[in-house]
Nanobody
């Protein structure tokens, strides 16, 4: 079982940047597909981005393409979400997730086995 701890959230002005980090422990990190999700106030949690085992294949939702970049460092058991040109609509609690499942739809929350506690990102206008 893997434990996930997010960090790096905070308050930023629109147009600014933040980098979220997720530290994993308790498992073989390179076995896991890693994802980022977010839950905005009053909305359901939604997919943001995911990265596969070696880090060579990434995918992100349309609303963040060109602004957010997911990456991982398997030597450090870390996954990151670099967020640039932030908008007030990006305000949410951001969650890191992990799964060993193969050939799943990694945009779905149900595909993930383990979750972090979340980190708050607030973008002011």
């Amino acid at each position: 079982q893997v434990q996930l701890v997010e960090s790096g959230g905070g308050l930023v002005q629109a147009g600014g940047s933040l980098r979220l980090s997720c530290a994993a422990s308790g498992g073989t990190f390179s076995d896991y597909v890693m994802g980022w999700f977010r839950r905005a106030p009053g909305k359901e949690r939604e997919f943001v981005a995911r990265i596969k085992w070696s880090g060579g294949t990434t995918y992100s939702t349309d609303s963040v393409k060109g602004r957010f970049t997911i990456s991982r460092d398997n030597a450090k058991n870390m996954v990151y979400l670099q967020m640039n040109v932030l908008e007030p609509e990006d305000t949410a609690v951001y969650y890191c997730a992990a799964t060993r499942h193969l050939y799943y739809d990694y945009k779905l929350q149900s595909s993930y086995e383990f979750w972090g506690q979340g980190t708050q990102v607030t973008v002011s206008s």
